[in-house]
């Protein structure tokens, strides 16, 4: 049995239910039976606020879709400005409107909307290039403040939906471009006086988000959803999308908005923050024209991001941009290498100069706390920065300590290859960027480096416990405190280049290089490897040249000034003292000026050149012997080529002056053959000792006479020196074995023939003659013997009798 009170209940309810159903059914047959009244109403209302039309195809009933209210569909809905028939552009075309009213109001001859669906339609808001828009279909006027919510005639409804609509918001003016394809959008609205708020979950294609069409789209070709609370001041004229996260792509955003209409401004204001995005991710939300540039680098790991646009939905141009980036222990992948463990907080700004318009030349990337290694060497910037996208120019103050050695997997090893030591950098720079490369940077700051080995490639040459510092000024650079050991060498240099950078970029052959030197001992052999040619040879510079092939090539066209002073100087048995040097490298090769050298108790000044061509070397040689000892200087030069009179068959102290050129080896030796020029010599206080081919001569014929050690105060001659052949010019031989007049040509190869007049007479007989014209006259009285030196075999010189015509009076 149901107590009596739920019976009660119950039959109140029912007869609520049938009233409420009663009063639905006449609402709908009231509006069956009046369609084209109520569409008339309808499109009455819908038009009151316009300035323009709005046309409404037909409109059908859809009962139980409003229930407890009244609902309609309405078909082929046309919303039209009055400037349609100029520019062909609809605000809104929808082939499906659906209206839900209130059903009390209804009565009453009122249309009141409580919802509105759009669905399979088309919205398209455009602003024609002089600044009109299709939005002023809606009218403008006065609005009386309602003294309660919701009430009033004007045009509201509290919720709508939006299903399969086109979005497009087309500014030729501002050259704007906004294009959604909206699938599902579902909202509610709540009005305060003339303000109102709504609340709605959106899900949309988006196809374009230009906000200068010049440039390009940002989120192109995305997906976008979420939930929005939005609301609109009519006091300021404001509208706010309150911060809240959505989705684009597949990664979550932070997003909130400020949308301003005020007078003839319509401004916006958009606040970014993604946690946790990779970078191309990101780029890819981009313009295509800075999306391009950022694509040439990448990090490995998600980034925090905050981003602000600020613009103007009118005017043209960009708006501004401006972009916090927070990066931590990443990979950065550059066109120039990978840097590993990177961190860094990065801004981008379009606006860096206040007061010019946004755009790639007022842009700007700054960066902060730049830490990272490259290439195994960790360094950091405390600030960079690139300005100017349009023409890129980068600063900043570049860090590094690191192992010397790490440097060969940057420069590689055809010029420079590094082992043990260290080095610090501190250098300010400031460089222009082409193709996202730093390109001809200028640097100012420190190089130092200790304790390195280092070995010069193309010359073969290496060097131990090595110390470099590299003074870059504004314009110059020095090259200070260095310390080359190779070997038993020790050499401490100071260089300086002035103009060096713009040299090395513009113009490498005209870069002087200007050393001092100072050695305690030099050993040349260890050194030897810069009489040949560079191996391998420098590459031609090209735009797209390594740092490594351009100071390659910047070393092999440079010229190089050196003012030498050596204490010792080591050259197989050769030992100088003393050594003073004005040399100039080049390109070509080696130029010496004003060579001076102790060598033998004796000084040698010597100029010349050497020009380097492939593994044969050309050299001349301009050269002044003073009082060197004539034994000592056989023995280290190995005779000069020469072998039947040896160092052992010398003595006596030389000055000479001599002219030569000829061919070395990258070795350091002379080519057989190859001298050319001339010797004029003075010995004095001379002996020829144990000379085997004038002591067979002489047993014969003065075997009273001492053939051992034939002295002479003075002999002085010359030589003219063509290839193997060696011209003597007649001279006068007074010795103390007999005196002799000698002309003809000795040949280090075959050819010799060398005519001697040998008066038997012993000189002796005349020691006690002062006069000279007297001593000329007796020299030649007596019997003379006419011999000719030839070739002979085993590479012995031949003495036979023969006669000559001497060339001697």
Same mark, same amino acid.
């Given at each position: 049995?149901?107590?009596?009170?739920?019976?009660?209940?119950?039959?109140?309810?029912?007869?609520?239910?049938?009233?409420?159903?009663?009063?639905?059914?006449?609402?709908?047959?009231?509006?069956?039976?009046?369609?084209?009244?109520?569409?008339?109403?309808?499109?009455?209302?819908?038009?009151?606020?316009?300035?323009?039309?709005?046309?409404?195809?037909?409109?059908?009933?859809?009962?139980?879709?409003?229930?407890?209210?009244?609902?309609?569909?309405?078909?082929?809905?046309?919303?039209?400005?009055?400037?349609?028939?100029?520019?062909?552009?609809?605000?809104?075309?929808?082939?499906?409107?659906?209206?839900?009213?209130?059903?009390?109001?209804?009565?009453?001859?009122?249309?009141?909307?409580?919802?509105?669906?759009?669905?399979?339609?088309?919205?398209?808001?455009?602003?024609?290039?002089?600044?009109?828009?299709?939005?002023?279909?809606?009218?403008?006027?006065?609005?009386?403040?309602?003294?309660?919510?919701?009430?009033?005639?004007?045009?509201?409804?509290?919720?709508?939906?939006?299903?399969?609509?086109?979005?497009?918001?087309?500014?030729?003016?501002?050259?704007?471009?906004?294009?959604?394809?909206?699938?599902?959008?579902?909202?509610?609205?709540?009005?305060?006086?003339?303000?109102?708020?709504?609340?709605?979950?959106?899900?949309?294609?988006?196809?374009?988000?230009?906000?200068?069409?010049?440039?390009? $789209?940002?989120?192109?070709?995305?997906?976008?959803?979420?939930?929005?609370?939005?609301?609109?001041?009519?006091?300021?004229?404001?509208?706010?999308?309150?911060?809240?996260?959505?989705?684009?792509?597949?990664?979550?955003?932070?997003?909130?908005?400020?949308?301003?209409?005020?007078?003839?401004?319509?401004?916006?204001?958009?606040?970014?923050?993604?946690?946790?995005?990779?970078?191309?991710?990101?780029?890819?939300?981009?313009?295509?024209?800075?999306?391009?540039?950022?694509?040439?680098?990448?990090?490995?790991?998600?980034?925090?991001?905050?981003?602000?646009?600020?613009?103007?939905?009118?005017?043209?141009?960009?708006?501004?941009?401006?972009?916090?980036?927070?990066?931590?222990?990443?990979?950065?992948?550059?066109?120039?290498?990978?840097?590993?463990?990177?961190?860094?907080?990065?801004?981008?700004?379009?606006?860096?100069?206040?007061?010019?318009?946004?755009?790639?030349?007022?842009?700007?990337?700054?960066?902060?706390?730049?830490?990272?290694?490259?290439?195994?060497?960790?360094?950091?910037?405390?600030?960079?920065?690139?300005?100017?996208?349009?023409?890129?120019?980068?600063?900043?103050?570049?860090?590094?300590?690191?192992?010397?050695?790490?440097?060969?997997?940057?420069?590689?090893?055809?010029?420079?290859?590094?082992?043990?030591?260290?080095?610090?950098?501190?250098?300010?720079?400031?460089?222009?960027?082409?193709?996202?490369?730093?390109?001809?940077?200028?640097?100012?700051?420190?190089?130092?480096?200790?304790?390195?080995?280092?070995?010069?490639?193309?010359?073969?040459?290496?060097?131990?416990?090595?110390?470099?510092?590299?003074?870059?000024?504004?314009?110059?650079?020095?090259?200070?405190?260095?310390?080359?050991?190779?070997?038993?060498?020790?050499?401490?240099?100071?260089?300086?280049?002035?103009?060096?950078?713009?040299?090395?970029?513009?113009?490498?052959?005209?870069?002087?290089?200007?050393?001092?030197?100072?050695?305690?001992?030099?050993?040349?052999?260890?050194?030897?490897?810069?009489?040949?040619?560079?191996?391998?040879?420098?590459?031609?510079?090209?735009?797209?040249?390594?740092?490594?092939?351009?100071?390659?090539?910047?070393?092999?066209?440079?010229?190089?000034?050196?003012?030498?002073?050596?204490?010792?100087?080591?050259?197989?048995?050769?030992?100088?003292?003393?050594?003073?040097?004005?040399?100039?490298?080049?390109?070509?090769?080696?130029?010496?000026?004003?060579?001076?050298?102790?060598?033998?108790?004796?000084?040698?000044?010597?100029?010349?050149?050497?020009?380097?061509?492939?593994?044969?070397?050309?050299?001349?040689?301009?050269?002044?012997? $003073?009082?060197?000892?004539?034994?000592?200087?056989?023995?280290?030069?190995?005779?000069?080529?020469?072998?039947?009179?040896?160092?052992?068959?010398?003595?006596?102290?030389?000055?000479?002056?001599?002219?030569?050129?000829?061919?070395? $080896?990258?070795?350091?030796?002379?080519?057989?053959?190859?001298?050319?020029?001339?010797?004029?010599?003075?010995?004095?206080?001379?002996?020829?000792?144990?000379?085997?081919?004038?002591?067979?001569?002489?047993?014969?014929?003065?075997?009273?006479?001492?053939?051992?050690?034939?002295?002479?105060?003075?002999?002085?001659?010359?030589?003219?020196?063509?290839?193997?052949?060696?011209?003597?010019?007649?001279?006068?031989?007074?010795?103390?074995?007999?005196?002799?007049?000698?002309?003809?040509?000795?040949?280090?190869?075959?050819?010799?023939?060398?005519?001697?007049?040998?008066?038997?007479?012993?000189?002796?007989?005349?020691?006690?003659?002062?006069?000279?014209?007297?001593?000329?006259?007796?020299?030649?009285?007596?019997?003379?013997?006419?011999?000719?030196?030839?070739?002979?075999?085993?590479?012995?010189?031949?003495?036979?009798?023969?006669?000559?015509?001497?060339?001697?009076?």
């Amino acid at each position: 049995m149901m107590p009596r009170w739920s019976k009660i209940t119950l039959k109140i309810f029912g007869g609520v239910a049938a009233l409420l159903l009663l009063v639905y059914v006449v609402a709908a047959f009231y509006i069956n039976a009046h369609k084209k009244q109520l569409l008339e109403q309808i499109t009455l209302a819908l038009n009151k606020d316009l300035d323009g039309r709005l046309d409404i195809g037909s409109m059908d009933p859809t009962f139980l879709k409003g229930f407890p209210g009244v609902s309609v569909q309405l078909k082929n809905v046309v919303l039209k400005d009055r400037e349609w028939e100029r520019h062909q552009h609809a605000l809104l075309s929808a082939d499906d409107l659906e209206v839900s009213l209130n059903m009390l109001a209804l009565f009453t001859g009122t249309i009141e909307m409580k919802k509105i669906g759009i669905s399979n339609a088309n919205v398209y808001l455009y602003t024609d290039s002089n600044g009109y828009s299709n939005t002023s279909v809606f009218k403008k006027k006065d609005r009386k403040p309602k003294t309660e919510k919701g009430s009033g005639s004007d045009l509201e409804f509290g919720k709508f939906e939006l299903e399969n609509v086109s979005f497009v918001l087309d500014n030729q003016k501002g050259h704007k471009l906004f294009q959604f394809a909206v699938d599902h959008l579902k909202g509610s609205m709540d009005y305060s006086w003339s303000d109102w708020e709504a609340d709605l979950k959106l899900r949309t294609f988006v196809k374009s988000l230009a906000f200068n069409t010049k440039r390009g $789209s940002f989120v192109k070709e995305k997906w976008l959803e979420g939930p929005f609370k939005i609301s609109y001041s009519d006091k300021k004229k404001i509208i706010t999308v309150s911060p809240n996260e959505l989705k684009i792509g597949k990664d979550v955003f932070r997003i909130g908005a400020e949308f301003e209409f005020s007078g003839k401004e319509s401004g916006f204001k958009i606040n970014i923050e993604v946690k946790d995005i990779l970078w191309r991710s990101a780029s890819a939300l981009l313009a295509p024209n800075i999306e391009t540039k950022l694509n040439m680098f990448n990090l490995d790991k998600p980034i925090h991001v905050y981003c602000t646009l600020d613009g103007d939905l009118n005017a043209g141009g960009d708006p501004a941009i401006d972009v916090k980036a927070l990066v931590k222990g990443n990979r950065l992948t550059t066109p120039g290498g990978v840097v590993d463990d990177c961190s860094f907080t990065g801004y981008f700004t379009n606006g860096f100069v206040e007061g010019q318009e946004p755009d790639d030349a007022n842009s700007a990337i700054k960066l902060y706390g730049l830490k990272g290694a490259y290439q195994e060497m960790p360094f950091s910037v405390d600030t960079g920065m690139v300005v100017n996208l349009d023409k890129p120019v980068a600063t900043g103050v570049f860090r590094s300590r690191f192992d010397i050695a790490k440097l060969n997997n940057v420069i590689g090893d055809n010029m420079l290859k590094f082992g043990a030591g260290t080095g610090d950098v501190k250098l300010s720079f400031r460089a222009d960027i082409v193709d996202f490369m730093l390109t001809k940077p200028f640097v100012k700051g420190l190089v130092d480096i200790k304790n390195a080995d280092v070995t010069y490639v193309p010359r073969k040459v290496s060097f131990k416990n090595t110390a470099i510092a590299l003074d870059f000024t504004d314009h110059d650079l020095f090259i200070r405190n260095i310390r080359l050991q190779s070997g038993k060498s020790v050499v401490m240099m100071d260089g300086s280049i002035r103009n060096f950078l713009n040299l090395y970029y513009n113009s490498p052959e005209k870069i002087m290089l200007n050393w001092k030197i100072r050695s305690p001992q030099v050993h040349l052999e260890e050194f030897l490897g810069f009489l040949g040619t560079r191996k391998p040879k420098a590459k031609k510079r090209t735009p797209k040249s390594n740092f490594s092939d351009n100071l390659n090539e910047a070393f092999e066209k440079s010229q190089v000034n050196m003012n030498v002073k050596v204490d010792k100087v080591y050259y197989n048995k050769f030992l100088a003292t003393d050594a003073n040097a004005d040399l100039l490298l080049s390109e070509t090769g080696i130029y010496i000026k004003d060579v001076s050298v102790k060598h033998a108790g004796g000084l040698l000044k010597m100029s010349g050149g050497l020009t380097q061509q492939r593994e044969i070397n050309r050299f001349t040689m301009n050269a002044v012997l $003073s009082n060197v000892d004539v034994k000592h200087l056989f023995y280290v030069f190995d005779n000069f080529g020469l072998k039947s009179l040896t160092s052992k068959n010398l003595k006596g102290y030389l000055f000479a002056k001599t002219s030569l050129s000829g061919k070395i $080896s990258e070795r350091g030796a002379i080519l057989p053959g190859s001298l050319n020029g001339s010797v004029v010599f003075d010995l004095k206080k001379g002996a020829l000792l144990s000379f085997d081919p004038v002591k067979n001569v002489g047993k014969f014929a003065f075997p009273l006479r001492d053939l051992d050690n034939i002295t002479f105060e003075q002999l002085n001659g010359r030589f003219d020196i063509r290839g193997e052949k060696i011209t003597i010019n007649p001279m006068q031989i007074n010795s103390s074995l007999l005196n002799m007049d000698v002309a003809g040509v000795y040949s280090l190869g075959k050819g010799t023939e060398i005519a001697l007049d040998v008066p038997l007479r012993n000189p002796k007989k005349d020691e006690d003659i002062t006069d000279k014209r007297q001593l000329k006259e007796r020299r030649m009285k007596g019997i003379v013997l006419h011999l000719l030196a030839t070739d002979g075999e085993d590479d012995k010189i031949k003495i036979k009798l023969g006669r000559k015509k001497s060339k001697t009076k």
